[in-house]
């Protein structure tokens, strides 16, 4: 038995046979054995580009040396936090916070997950403003928990948990005026991503995040920017709430935050939010969010962001992979309907899914890794690291190639 039939097996008996048998469909059966910047390899040897990034987690790519030194250099001073004493890399990282952030984003809690801190944030928002009401948008995606889930909208993901909590309602993500119509005097805040990650990459139409950022001073309600997938550089900027100089009340971030080699979690809120707390600190807290190693990672991620410029490197790599992916797709008419994004974070939606899953399978043959995007299955993700080199991008665009070649019996004329 080899070592991927071994682990695939594993699968099945204790872990979920669900996913088993769906990695298998989508030939992800293979072991990761291990990874360094852009490449994934498995136990057979085989050289993957990551375009996957752990859904925009490796925006550093994989295990980057100045990170992983961060982190052994704490691991050996203390790995975890006593809670009782001060911590002086988490009070270093919610320092970087409030530097790095747009306006007076000040405060800074330290978690575990993006979920965490979309959990965090709405918590925030009800405490600090005395009411009840979400508005969130139609497919977007905020976390699996239970809050998480409750503002995520999509049904397919929220219905087998109903009831989720009350108080959330959604409304379709671009359209101001259904927006507006939504927002009542019990709503106390307004969360969206900046660009919808798991819907299909889908950006905003110019001008939108800045008018709800006007609507919602206007109508006295907060608002939360879900930056989990799209902060850290990802589309250009540090955060995609920047493009249009929109500040949140409160920005939640996770994923590329650790580096690559640390999970953590923060939301990062206005001081005025924070009197809530100033009499009750210990309302909101969390056994290992903002620990040692999790902190260092997320400091040496931050220096490393912003001292080599990787937000300014992803803005002029993803004009250069979105051109390179447009102009394959007009030399195989039909097979794709639309290719979008911003910065490194780029949706390539197959016109349909026939073509989608022949395309996807060509290119994990041909040693790039993709995967869907969780809300709409037409829709492949391309998230390289930042850090990916012209060279390799090349290689993706030329394995697009062979898989739209793959998947061009499916066009639709």
Known sequence: ???????????????????????????????EREAAGSIVTDWEGRRMIDCVGGYGTFAFGHK????????????????LSSKIMLCEPMADLAERMARITPGDLTYTFVCNSGTEAVEGAIKLARIATGKPKIVSMLNSFHGKTLGALSASGKDTYREPFAPLLGGFVHVPFGDLDRLEAAIDDATAAVILEPIQGEAGIIVPP???????????????????????????????????????????DILCLAKALGGGVMPIGAFVARPRLYDAYKDAPL??????GGNPLACAAANAAIDLLLEEKLHEQAAVKGTYLLTKLRLTADQYPGTVADIRGRGLMIGVEFANEAIGGVAMAELIEQGVLTAFALNNLRVTRIEPPLTITKQEIDQVVDAFAKALEGGRRYAVS
Do not use: W
């Open 64 to 79: 980057h040396p100045r990170i992983v030194q961060a982190v052994e250099e704490q691991l050996r001073k203390m790995p």
């Open 206 to 248: 110019a001008g939108y995040l800045r008018q709800v950022r006007e609507l919602c001073d206007r109508k006295g309600v907060l608002l939360i920017a879900d930056e989990v997938q799209t902060g850290m550089g990802r589309t250009g900027r540090v955060f995609a709430c920047e493009e249009e100089g929109v500040v949140p």
């Open 1 to 31: 038995m080899t070592k991927s039939e071994q682990v695939l097996a594993k699968y099945e008996a204790y872990v979920n046979p669900g996913l088993a048998r769906l990695l298998r469909l989508m030939g992800l059966s293979s072991v």
């Open 283 to 288: 309302l909101h807290t969390s056994t290992f």
